[in-house]
């Protein structure tokens, strides 16, 4: 079982002798409902950008370029996934959005030799004086997830 609420929605790519074109949200989309800010973040090879969570926001996550290792854990306490921890791998190889919703903690960790690039869409605009994120370390033993590479 998949934590609860979390949901996938593969991207399809119009590709040309020109290039390709993909569209990624649409006001009639089901995935989401109200808009309030789109953010756009480039991290570096091996960067891990973990945890935290927010009480009041919902995200949705593209990753653009480069490959991210995304790592989500439950921590609404009335869900019946709660304490659950998915991981999906992301990226331009593999284009898609992900709803990531209010109260579950989400991380990601950047593989590969090159940056990736996060493009995130919020139903709440950003407010520095009240901040809806809460901070989680990434080696905190509540959530007890290994980012290391598993070599097979």
């Known amino acids: ?56 926001q919902d995200d949705i996550w593209f990753f653009p370029s480069g490959h991210a290792q995304v790592v989500l854990h439950d921590m609404r306490s009335d869900s019946a996934s709660y304490g659950k921890t998915d991981v999906y791998y992301m990226g331009e190889d ?18 590969g030799q090159t940056p990736a690039t996060i493009v995130y869409f919020t139903n709440m605009a950003y407010d520095p004086k009240q901040p809806d994120e809460y901070r989680i370390a990434y080696d905190d033993p509540a959530i007890g997830f290994d980012w290391s590479t598993k070599f097979r």
Do not use: W
Request: glycine fraction near 10%; aromatic fraction near 14%; charged fraction near 20%.
């Open 1 to 56: 079982m998949s934590i609860i609420g979390v949901n996938k929605k593969p991207l399809v790519k119009h590709c040309d002798d020109r290039g390709f074109f993909m569209e990624l949200l649409r006001e009639d989309d089901s995935i989401y409902g109200r808009f309030g800010q789109a953010s756009m973040s480039t991290s570096y090879p091996g960067v891990i950008k973990a945890f935290h969570y927010h009480k009041l």
């Open 94 to 111: 593999v284009p898609y959005l992900l709803f990531i919703p209010r109260g579950v903690a989400h991380g990601y960790r950047v593989l």
